[in-house]
């Protein structure tokens, strides 16, 4: 369903939908500035750039960057430096919210707490028997 919104960039009023979440204007100037990254990137010399040389050399923002490959709309498979940071820790990645050591340390946190709650749970269903002498 579409909502009445503030763009997040100039604050004009827009319908936020399922393709854009800024106004009109401003999709169409990071149209503009994605064209601008893509015929960078896109040249065969510039297909190793980073992030940092893609945004040195065509003078966009680092959070518009990460917003193109988050979306899908740079596919990294074709630009193989490419690839935003973990939500974590910050690292590098090319695919989920998490890196691998971070999604390995969250699973063992889970694990351990799973196993706590089933501790606890056996502690609490334990009967306790008195006896008169």
Do not use: W
């Amino acid at each position: 369903m579409a909502e009445l919104l503030n763009c997040p960039n100039c604050n004009a009023l827009f319908v936020q939908n399922s393709v854009r979440d800024v106004c009109e204007a401003c999709y169409k100037a990071e149209q503009v500035q994605f064209e601008t990254v893509y015929t960078y990137i896109k040249k065969r010399e510039n297909r190793t750039a980073t992030i940092d040389q893609v945004i040195d050399h065509t003078g966009i923002e680092k959070e518009l960057l990460l917003k193109f490959i988050r979306t899908g709309k740079l596919k990294l498979a074709q630009f193989p430096n490419l690839g935003y940071p973990c939500a974590k820790c910050g690292d590098l990645i090319r695919e989920g919210k998490l890196c691998s050591s971070c999604n390995t340390a969250l699973k063992g946190q889970l694990n351990a707490l799973e196993k706590e709650e089933t501790r606890k749970q056996s502690v609490e269903h334990r009967s306790t028997y008195f006896t008169k002498r």
